[in-house]
Each structure stands twice: as C-alpha cells, then as structure tokens.
C-alpha cells in the first residue's frame, strides 16, 4: 500500500526566512510520481509540481525547490525568503501509475509579517 | 486554466434528504475523480471513473454512489445525508497515465453542509 506522511501538522515563520516542508512516502513500485499541491486561503488546490522516480535531479523554481531522495523516500519543498502570500497549507501526493493519487494530510504554513 | 466546474459551491441539506453534487468539465479528459477534504485527513478519494460508465470506488466510498453518462459530466450522490459527510468536496480531472500526462487538475470545491 501507497502512504504519503508529512509530519509538520503546521508550521509558523517570519517573513524572509525559509522553511522546509517535509514529505515521506511508501510505496513498493518502482516507478510513481511524487507531487506538491498549494492551498491558499480561498480554497482552490493549485499544482506546484510534479517528479518522477527516476528524475532525483532537485528542482528550482523561483524561490521554491524541492530534494527529491530515494534513498530516504523522502521529497522535501524549501520555500527561500518566504513571504505571507505564501501562507497556505501544502500537500504532497503520490500516485503509483494506477490514475489515482494519495495525498498527505497536508502542512498548514503561517507566514508572519 | 483547465475548464472544470463544480456545483453548487455550497449547500446546506438536512440529514436524510439525497444530495448531488455536479462536476463538469470542458477538457474530454478521460478520467474524473471525487475527493473530500476535511480537517487532520487531507484529501480522501471518495470514487472515480476512467471513462463513460466505468467508475470504481475510493478509500471512503460508503454512502456515496457515483454516474457518469458523459465525458463531461461525473455527479456525486449522498444518498441520504448524514452530519459526518459535512466536509468540502473536491473534483479533479485528469488525461490518464497512458497518456503520459499524470497529475491532476482541480476544480474550486463544494462546501456541503449537514444539518
């Protein structure tokens, strides 16, 4: 079975400072996709990104990237120089080729001014 | 954006009374989904289809049945509303894995509310 753990139930930071949010998957297939989701306060799920198991090159995007390691099933999301619109709560998801993703129960982030 | 809409964007029902909730899309993406998100779970898949009449369960599926007699269009039913399927309910779409194309696309959400 596929499991998806981000144990950050919800973190809190100033303004300008980094923060990492935390993913750990499970799973016995060799080949599946991990991915980030963001939700801000108006409710709408927004598609951040998305890697598969043989891409471990980490990614940047603007001030956010992500360490995708398989040796520790591990695909963690930096945000560098946060700012509060990035408040929002974050899921990471797995989906193991079957058309269907498991999400995690997701990581509120206050940013503070 | 792709073109998916939910309706209604909110409800309230009293328990007992059926409820359906419509998903549209304008994309002919082949497979559509139906999740609920409540506080501490995340997202739940609740049903999903991977074509016209072809439509499978979720890991929350009791309660809750599932149609869909068109590409565009995938209604979920509560059968008869309880206080506990109160939650924000989520469709998604997506051109499936043979596509190559994995990952979803969502729609804004229906705050349904059991009284």
């Known amino acids: 079975a596929q499991k998806v753990t981000q144990a950050q139930t919800e973190i809190s930071v100033v303004e300008k400072e980094d923060v990492t949010l935390d993913c750990v998957y499970e799973?016995?297939?060799?080949?599946?996709?991990l991915f980030w989701y963001k939700q801000p306060p108006s409710g709408e799920l927004v598609f951040l990104i998305r890697?598969?198991?043989?891409?471990?090159q980490n990614e940047i995007s603007g001030r956010y990237s992500w360490n995708f390691q398989k040796s520790t099933s591990s695909f963690n999301f930096t945000i560098t120089a946060s700012q509060v619109v990035d408040s929002a709560v974050y899921f990471c998801?797995?989906?193991?080729?079957?058309?269907?993703?498991?999400f995690g129960k997701g990581t509120r982030l206050h940013i503070l001014p | 954006d792709a073109g998916i809409t939910q309706s209604p964007r909110h409800k309230v029902t009293e328990t007992g009374t059926p409820v359906t909730l419509r998903c549209h899309q304008t994309?002919?993406?082949?497979?559509m989904y139906w999740y609920r998100q409540d506080p501490g779970h995340g997202l739940r898949l609740i049903h999903y289809?991977?074509?016209?009449?072809?439509?499978d369960k979720g890991e929350v599926s009791d309660g809750y049945s599932v149609s869909r007699s068109k590409t565009e269009d995938f209604l979920l039913t509560l059968e008869s509303a309880t206080s506990s399927q109160t939650s924000v309910y989520f469709c998604a779409i997506s051109r499936g894995g043979d596509s190559g194309d994995y990952g979803y696309t969502f729609g804004s959400g229906t705050r349904l509310t059991v009284v």
């Open positions: 799973t016995r297939d060799t080949t599946y996709y």
């Open positions: 994309e002919n993406h082949r497979y």
């Open positions: 998801a797995l989906s193991v080729l079957d058309d269907k993703i498991i």
């Open positions: 289809s991977y074509g016209v009449k072809d439509t």
């Open positions: 890697r598969n198991s043989f891409d471990e």
